[in-house]
């Protein structure tokens, strides 16, 4: 049997990637390893938790000790690490928490895993998830490739671009057999209400203002997430090593037209009348230094690996929206405690 370690499998995307790889494939063993934070949530496995071919392990990437002992007892083959500090907004009122756990944290990671593959390499794999924020903001035109330049802008994009840049260094100093992707915004079920969708969402199912920041315009391109974890899939199994792979939804709303489409579909979905829920949107402060536009150029995956996104927004939104009114007991237990405090501490005027 093969064994796969995946960090921050409790978060967004590692739940969804998770359970993909649980029932995907009965032959691999799938170690989850997860301090838990605010972020992280084993609800989000339930329909899992109890499956012959999985398990949780409580550890922090931080922590050397726990690191090497969750190694040591599984023996993992293949890491794929997406365990992170994932806010922007939380990376400029606490970027410390930042360098920690994405560029620390990931050293560590790494430095556990050489220790324990040592010169035996073969069949090994260490893939490293990270956003396409590295790049930077782009302009009205262009896309970025894998060859774009990193300039990350946020305390949360540059400590991803320096883990990126130690991902890379273990690979040529070490021979560490690693993979890396770049992804643009993720949505759908489990995302964690701070990031721009569910907090929207959220806040239309109970009548507050919804938040816009600036002039509306800044630009996201949004992957449908459990198109994510079928791109980790096929980079994860058919990837180069030492290659780095963006992946894209080609999907770029500006940030009041998507909050506009999410009010339609809401109103919709809860029966107001059409146009109630647009009357929340409220325009605050911006976010210091905001990137303007994200936008990816994923022909690389497509063309070596084959991968396309298969949801689009339309259907891809109207699911979101359904999943958090149809999950409002998962809504309230996080939105609850320490979340509430944070919310209000960035939305104070
Ligand atoms: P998330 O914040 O929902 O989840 C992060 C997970 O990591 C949580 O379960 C948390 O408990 C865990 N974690 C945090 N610190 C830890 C530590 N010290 N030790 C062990 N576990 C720890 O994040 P997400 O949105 O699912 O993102 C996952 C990864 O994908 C991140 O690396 C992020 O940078 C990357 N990414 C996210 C997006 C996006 O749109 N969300 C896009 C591209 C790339
Ligand atoms: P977010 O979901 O935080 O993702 P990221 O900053 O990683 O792209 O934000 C997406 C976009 O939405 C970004 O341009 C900031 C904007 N935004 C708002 O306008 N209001 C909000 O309350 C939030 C959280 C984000």
């Not at 921050?8 to 995907?24: D, E, M, P, Q, T």
């Not at 083959?77 to 410390?96: K, M, Q, T, Y």
């Not at 690996?305 to 237990?333: C, I, M, N």
């Amino acid at each position: 049997m093969t064994t796969i370690l995946i960090t921050g499998g409790a978060g967004f995307i590692g739940s969804h990637l998770v359970r993909l790889f649980v029932n995907k494939y009965p032959n691999y063993k799938i170690v989850n390893l997860d301090l838990l934070t605010y972020a992280g949530n084993l609800e989000n496995l339930r329909d899992v938790e109890n499956a012959p071919n999985y398990v949780f392990e409580k550890a922090d990437i931080n922590d050397p000790t726990q690191l090497a002992q969750v190694l040591e007892k599984h023996r993992p083959e293949g890491i794929i690490h997406l365990a992170a500090e994932s806010h922007v907004d939380r990376s400029i009122s606490n970027p410390v928490a930042f360098v920690e756990t994405n560029v620390l944290g990931t050293v560590k990671l790494l430095n556990a895993v050489k220790n324990l593959w040592g010169a035996d390499l073969e069949g090994k794999r260490f893939y490293h998830v990270s956003t396409d924020e590295v790049y930077g903001s782009l302009g009205d035109e262009g896309f970025f490739t894998e060859t774009t330049a990193y300039d990350p802008r946020s305390p949360y994009s540059a400590s991803k671009a320096a883990s990126d840049h130690f991902v890379r260094a273990y690979y040529h100093t070490f021979h560490l057999p690693v993979v890396l992707s770049n992804c643009s915004n993720n949505y759908g079920p489990n995302q964690f209400p701070e990031k721009l969708i569910p907090l929207m969402i959220n806040n239309i199912r109970t009548e507050k203002p919804l938040p816009v920041y600036g002039d509306g315009q800044n630009v996201r391109d949004w992957l449908w997430v459990k198109d994510h974890a079928l791109a980790i899939d096929a980079i994860f199994h058919g990837g180069r090593t030492g290659e780095t792979y963006n992946i894209g939804g080609n999907n770029e709303w500006t940030n009041l037209a998507l909050v506009q489409q999410l009010c339609d579909i809401m109103d919709e979905l809860l029966g107001r009348t059409p146009g109630d829920s647009r009357k929340l949107i409220s325009f605050v402060k911006d976010r210091p230094g905001h990137d303007r536009r994200y936008a990816i150029d994923a022909y690389k995956l497509h063309h070596e690996l084959g991968w396309s996104p298969t949801v689009q927004f339309a259907e891809g939104f109207r699911e979101t929206a359904k999943w958090y009114l149809e999950h409002e007991d998962w809504l309230e237990h996080v939105v609850s405690g320490e979340y509430r405090k944070y919310y209000e501490g960035q939305y104070q005027d």
